[in-house]
Each structure stands twice: as C-alpha cells, then as structure tokens.
C-alpha cells in the first residue's frame, strides 16, 4: 500500500517585520542577519494568535467535507501548546467542524514533534486502510527582545492530509533515528520564551545528521546520488547550509551543486517567515513544491528536535502533484502580509492577555482566533 502525503497547505501570520530594520535597531551589521543567520523576514504572530488558531487556519486550508469524514487521527506537534493538560488537537474539533470519531492528541519532542506525528500517521493509516490522519505542525518561536535568539523567531503552522495513494508525496518507509539526553535548547513550563545554546545547538544538529546520514546509507544501501534533494529542519536557513555543507568534499562537485541549488529552493519561505519550529521542515518542503519540484523526485528528509531526538526518511514527489499543490494560493500566503515596525512589534511582544480578556472581533484580522479567556479557559472562534 502507498502511503504519504495527500494535502498540505500552512498558514503564516500576516504581520511580519523586516529583518534589515531588526538589525539596523539592534546595532548589528545586517549582513550579519540575512547572511550570517540567513533570514530576510519574520512572521509576527498577534495576541489573539497562538498554537492552535494558526493549526485551525493551516488545517482548513487544505480540508473538505470527504476529508473530514475519513480523518481517524488528528496529532498535533508543537512546542507551544496553551495548556498543560488538553492537547491542542481538542481544541481543533469544533474550529474544524470535525466528527467526533477521531482520535486527537498533541505531540512533544521540540521540532521533531510534527515528524513523530506523520511516523505514527503513517502507521494508521497502513492500520486502516481507507482512513486518513490530519498531521498539524504549530508553533510560535519565541526568544525574547534583544536576545541572541530574537532574529531566529517566527511563526507559523503546517497542516498534512496522510493516506492512502498520496498525491503530493509517498513516503517509502525507509527512516533511520537516534536520541541522546542533551542540553542544548529548553523552556521550562514558568518561560514564555526559550532557552538556547545556540552554538552547541547547531554542533549537535550537523553530529545528527552526519551520524544518521552515514546511518541511512549503510542501512539501504543507497547514495545521495540517489535523492535529487535533501530537505532540513531550518529553524534559520543557515543551520541547515552547515548540515549541507559537510557532504561537499564528500560528493561529486555537480551532485553538491545541485542538491545546494535546490536546497535554495526549499528556504526561500523560510527566509520570509522564520522559525516554524516543528514545522520548519515542512514548510521547507512547501517551498520546494512550490518553487521547484518535479514529478518523481527522490527526496530525503532531515527531522531535528533538540533535547534532542533527530530522524532521517525519504519519499518521492508524486506525478500529478500540482494538482493538488496550488503554487499561486501558496505563494499568496506568503506575498499578502503586512510589515510592522519594530517599535510596534517590540510593544506587541509586551501583550499578554490575562483572565477576562474579550477580544473584539472587529479588530481580528485572521480566520481563527482567541475570543475570550474566561476562568483561565482559552475559547476560540472562527471568524465569519
Ligand atoms: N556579515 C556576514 N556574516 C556575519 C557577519 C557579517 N557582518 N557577522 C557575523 N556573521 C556570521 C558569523 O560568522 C556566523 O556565521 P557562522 O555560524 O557560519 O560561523 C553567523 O553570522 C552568526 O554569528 P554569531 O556570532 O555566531 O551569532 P550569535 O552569537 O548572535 O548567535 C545564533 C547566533 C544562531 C547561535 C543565535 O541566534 C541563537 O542562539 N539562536 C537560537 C538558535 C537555536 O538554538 N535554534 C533551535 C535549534 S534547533
């Protein structure tokens, strides 16, 4: 049975600031935020906006009526889930108007959590053969203002249709992973925003992969002579240039050309949003369906969560793919957002709504949104 992914599709919020003025207001050179780190902008999330009205937004974006009915698993990965206890999938039910027959739970291993859920996606629907799993990645990344991480935030979510017979990309069922207990990004349960050894963070990303590239060759036998691309988990474009770059005395000067090529392809909406944290990766693949992907290409995934657990696994662009990837609506995504300044961004960041807010919906510019807080209970609703 072929499995992967039928849909995807993912939402961004539509504030963003530029990077050039973060850096010009920081004092750094800004050669050093769009080179040195590798980003140009970065999405702005408002207050009403959280983990699970950008995973309501990015799933509607991509579900109809037949879909909902089949869906018999929903996992949400995310970081920055709103409460401790309910997951953020419950509350997609009534946003997304889904049935009640579904299984729905949120995942948590830092950025690797949307790829925890598209393996056990993956396993249910081989389970259940005409079902289909909703995979939701959403996160706002948070560092703090002035903080060595602030350049490398973001937001944003990505939504994944599994099932049978996938239309966008099979998944070949070939992975190789690993986990080591390291200390290299945290955020304790008191902290809004993360703690990071961003340095040591980026050593133990590019040993992962390394470790389990060598892992996934001997392991099937294959080369990157095999994949036309190679996708990573970009939290900032530039981590995933040092994971590339270490195979470029290892391959031939016109295999690392391409693959280096075509991972430009794939950060381009990375370097427009930021980090997506457990979407990363698959905004990354967006990007390359969207910008430059053809049918039947191999590709090899790189999944990264610190704390920290990595994975390899690899799947193949489907023919017909464009059917159901529309490039202009995606790319429209992107385009149709407002810049803020930094001085408003900055007095955003300040906002935290306590017990009581009421938000007023005639001031939401978004298709889901938090409504009310009410006995320290998060509502939401759909926008009409
Ligand atoms: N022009 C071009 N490049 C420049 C530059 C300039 N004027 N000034 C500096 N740079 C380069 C540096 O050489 C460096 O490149 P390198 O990484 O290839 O060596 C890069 O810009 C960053 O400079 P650095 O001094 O290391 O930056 P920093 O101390 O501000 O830290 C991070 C950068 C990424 C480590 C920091 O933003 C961070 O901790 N972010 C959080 C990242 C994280 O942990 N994410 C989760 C992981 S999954």
Excluded at 50 to 61: E, F, G, I, N, Y
Excluded at 339 to 344: C, E, G, Q, T, V
Aim: hydrophobic content about 40%.
């Amino acid at each position: 049975m072929d499995i992967g992914i039928d849909k995807i599709g993912f939402y961004v919020p539509k504030d963003y600031i530029d990077i050039v003025e973060l850096a010009k207001a920081r004092d750094v050179d800004p050669d050093k935020f769009t080179i040195g780190i590798g980003q140009d902008k970065q999405a702005v999330p408002q207050p009403y906006q959280d983990a699970v009205t950008m995973a309501a937004s990015a799933a509607d974006s991509i579900l109809n009526s037949e879909d909902k009915q089949a869906i018999g698993l929903m996992i949400v990965g995310t970081e920055s889930s709103i409460d401790e206890s309910k997951s953020t999938a419950a509350f997609l039910m009534d946003l997304l108007d889904l049935p009640e027959d579904i299984r729905a739970y949120e995942i948590k291993q830092a950025c690797y959590g949307a790829t925890a859920g598209l393996q056990a996606a993956y396993d249910f629907v081989s389970l259940n053969p005409g079902k289909k799993a909703l995979v939701i990645a959403s996160d706002i990344a948070r560092y703090g203002i002035k903080t060595p991480g602030e350049v490398t935030q973001g937001a944003g979510s990505v939504a994944m249709l599994i099932g049978e017979d996938p239309r966008v990309v099979k998944l070949d069922h070939k992975s190789v992973y690993m986990t080591r207990n390291v200390g290299d990004f945290w955020r304790p349960t008191f902290s809004k925003v993360a703690f990071a050894r961003g340095k040591f963070s980026n050593q133990v990303y590019v040993d992962f992969f390394n470790t389990l590239w060598d892992k996934y060759q001997a392991k099937y036998d294959v080369t990157a002579d095999d994949f036309k691309t190679m996708l990573f988990h970009i939290p900032y474009t530039k981590m995933g240039t040092k994971a590339l770059r270490t195979l470029e005395d290892k391959l031939s000067p016109e295999k690392y050309a391409e693959l280096t090529a075509n991972y430009q392809e794939s950060i381009k909406f990375s370097r427009e949003v930021g980090n997506l944290y457990t979407g990363s990766l698959y905004l990354g693949l967006l990007s390359y369906l969207v910008n430059a992907a053809k049918a039947n290409e191999k590709l090899l995934f790189f999944s990264y969560g610190s704390g920290a657990v990595g994975e390899i696994f690899s799947g193949e662009i489907q023919p017909g793919f464009e059917k159901v990837i529309d490039k202009k609506a995606l790319q429209a995504v992107i385009d149709n957002r407002q810049k803020m300044s930094i001085s408003d961004y900055e007095k955003m960041y300040q906002i935290e709504y306590q017990d009581g807010t009421i938000v007023d919906p005639t001031a939401v510019d978004a298709e889901f949104y938090l409504s009310e807080i009410k006995e320290n209970e998060r509502l939401y609703k759909k926008n009409k």
